[in-house]
């Protein structure tokens, strides 16, 4: 028995000689039949982890996506519509009233004496000096009203020897024709004698004197 144990220690060497060379053998052969498993096993044994390393894990950054905003459209303004004028309540709707008849008034005394007629019913077809006398013939502070014919009416008064400007309203009330005289005083010393002043209407249609309500007014704060 010691003789063969003698044997067998001798020869281990030898054993250990050839297991040694069979291992090597077959781990080539198996780094030839996958050679990208080889990579990464020595990849890995090269490059320690970040647990075998003692290093902490840095997080992961993940960006958020950002969404592209949606372009608004102002909403469009609406257009306003142009104004109308306003429609006249009277019979001179087509601007008569507002561009009066300016008419120059013959005067005996030679003073300048105009006479802005102001037609709010737009029945005036024209309008014309008549010629007064020497003095006065009708009363003070009123107006003779005359047919001439029968759409035609003359129109009497009295004013002081001055230059002057009146206005006279033309208009219809209660289905009557109305004469408005405004004829401003005097601002300044004047003789006391006074002279006719006189204008002659003419209408579309009729008129009757005796019908005709004829005011005179020594001023311009009330009339209308």
Do not use: C, K
Not at 57 to 72: C, K
Not at 115 to 141: C, E, F, H, N, Q
């Amino acid at each position: 028995m010691s003789r063969l144990s003698d044997r067998t220690e001798a020869l281990r060497p030898a054993y250990l000689s050839i297991a040694a060379v069979a291992i090597a053998a077959a781990a080539v052969i198996a780094v030839a039949a996958n050679p990208g498993r080889a990579d990464a096993t020595a990849s890995a044994r090269a490059t320690p982890t970040a647990a075998a390393s003692g290093a902490a894990p840095q997080p992961t950054y993940v960006p958020t996506p950002v969404s592209t905003p949606t372009p608004i459209t102002p909403a469009p303004i609406p257009s306003t519509p142009a104004p109308t004028p306003a429609a006249s309540g009277g019979p001179s709707a087509g601007g008569r009233d507002a561009i009066p008849i300016a008419l120059d008034l013959d005067t005996f005394d030679g003073h300048a004496v105009s006479l802005d007629i102001v037609d709010r019913t737009g029945s005036v077809t024209s309008a014309t000096s008549g010629r007064p006398g020497d003095g006065a013939s009708v009363d003070a502070y009123s107006v003779d009203v005359v047919n001439v014919d029968d759409r035609t009416i003359r129109l009497t008064w009295i004013d002081y020897p001055i230059d002057n400007r009146l206005a006279l309203f033309v208009d219809e009330v209660d289905r009557h024709l109305q004469l408005l005289l405004v004829q401003p005083e005097p601002t300044g010393g004047t003789d006391a004698i006074g002279f006719d002043r006189q204008v002659v209407l003419t209408f579309d249609h009729d008129v009757d004197a005796s019908t005709v309500r004829a005011i005179l007014q020594d001023g311009l704060d009330t009339a209308g």
